[in-house]
């Protein structure tokens, strides 16, 4: 380490503006690094993907990723601040996943960040996933309003809440099962598309017709902000199992299209119905599978016709990635959030966030008139 610093805590840096901001992501099968600049611009972006480790084995092998983040890590960060131009005697700040994620995964990038902030003398923070995904929306799009409804689609995550300007994110509604990155990863096993399942149902179902078969939509109650993927799930595999021949091509790409039809018009029309129940005009589309170009279609047209304001952040941002990881860090250091080098992992995330439930509200306690299907 060639800048060392003694220093343990940071506690005069809460509150004052970072400068150059590393991200470090690695919660679950990306080892990703970026560096933004004082005014929240990115300047580099690397993210290496495990996708050939655990793609023979249908899903994600946690020891494995954290294995692979371990051998990863060093040449990700270097690489990030080649890309941006920096050395990292000129970082002012280190923020790094905390939670949820894997706990070996998490641990690597954790490790990783606080021998870095020791060498640098400069603080660490860290960031819900969550909240990552979140300030993912402002990325590209820094004068995007808040409040607005914000809809987190992931593969481990199906939430919206509303995003006040404190900063604070109150949960709006949930998946009570499936996340929807999940539905699109299990349907894709099903129909043997492989791994990850998003991108290829995405890919196949443009030469279907998403009208070929009709899946259920979860409602879930009239004022239900909440979502349930289960039972999709369920009536592709009865489908799958009426159907004896092997399938043809055409028919995957029918199931596919109407399967990815049903996920994409449940999450549209619950989003929608959040901007209703809270009177908003502002809705921002979070997550790997706010990537999937049939659902951009549909929101970007229903965002047109309501005159809604919309950030859908570009590919790249979707999916998990380390520059919104230090747009998050960056945020809560300049709200006065404490640095600190004792802190430890949150696999399951972290109960004091401010990504937090409704105060003994449910969503499904809204008594406006509205339909949404
Ligand atoms: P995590 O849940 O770890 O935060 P990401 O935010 O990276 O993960 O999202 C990964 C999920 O996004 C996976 O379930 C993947 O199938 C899904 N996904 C990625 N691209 C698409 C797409 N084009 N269409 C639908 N889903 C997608
Ligand atoms: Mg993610």
């Keep these: 380490m060639d800048c060392p610093s003694d220093q343990l805590e940071f506690p005069g840096s809460a509150g004052l503006h970072p400068g150059l901001v590393l991200g470090i992501e690695s919660s679950c099968d990306e080892t990703a690094a970026a560096v933004i600049n004082h005014e929240g611009a990115v300047l580099s972006n690397v993210v290496s993907s495990q996708v050939s480790i655990h793609e023979k084995f249908g899903g994600i092998v946690p020891e494995l990723a954290a294995r692979a983040h371990l051998g990863l890590i060093d040449q ?15 970082l002012g700040a280190i923020a790094v ?16 960040a606080k021998a870095l902030s020791y060498g640098l003398g400069i603080p660490i923070i860290g960031v819900n996933h969550l909240q990552g995904h979140i300030a993912s929306a402002w ?8 409040p607005c409804i914000v809809l987190v689609v992931s593969g481990g995550h199906t939430h919206l809440y509303r995003q006040e300007i404190d900063g604070r994110c109150v949960l709006l509604g949930r998946t009570r099962d499936d996340a929807a990155g999940e539905a699109f990863d299990k349907g894709a096993q099903m129909l043997g598309l492989g791994y990850p399942g998003g991108p290829a149902i995405d890919r196949v179902a443009r030469s279907g017709d998403p009208g070929a078969i009709v899946f259920p939509r979860f409602r879930g109650g009239k004022y239900s902000l909440d979502f349930s993927f289960s039972g999709l799930k369920t009536s592709l595999l009865y489908k799958l199992r009426e159907i004896v021949a092997p399938l043809a091509p055409d028919q995957v790409a029918n199931l596919a299209a109407s399967y990815q039809e049903a996920i994409v018009q449940v999450l549209v029309a619950k989003a929608f119905g959040a901007l209703e129940q809270e009177k908003l005009a502002a809705l921002a589309v979070v997550g790997g599978v706010s990537a999937n170009s049939r659902l951009r279609v549909l929101l970007n047209e229903r965002a047109a016709l309501a005159r809604i304001r919309l950030s859908i952040p570009p590919i790249e941002y979707c999916t998990d990635n380390a520059a919104m990881i230090a747009a998050a860090g960056r945020q809560l250091l300049m709200r006065g959030e404490r640095p ?34």
């Design 76 to 90: 990700v960060v270097a690489q990030a601040l080649l890309q941006a131009q920096v050395s990292k005697c000129e």
């Design 97 to 112: 996943t905390q939670g949820p994620g894997l706990a070996g995964a998490l641990l690597v990038g954790m490790s990783y």
């Design 139 to 146: 990325l590209a799009n820094l004068t995007f309003p808040v």
């Design 340 to 373: 600190s080098m004792g802190m430890d992992v949150r696999s399951m995330g972290d109960p004091t966030s401010s990504v937090m439930e409704p105060h003994g509200r449910e969503s499904s306690d809204f008594k406006k008139e509205a339909t949404y299907f």
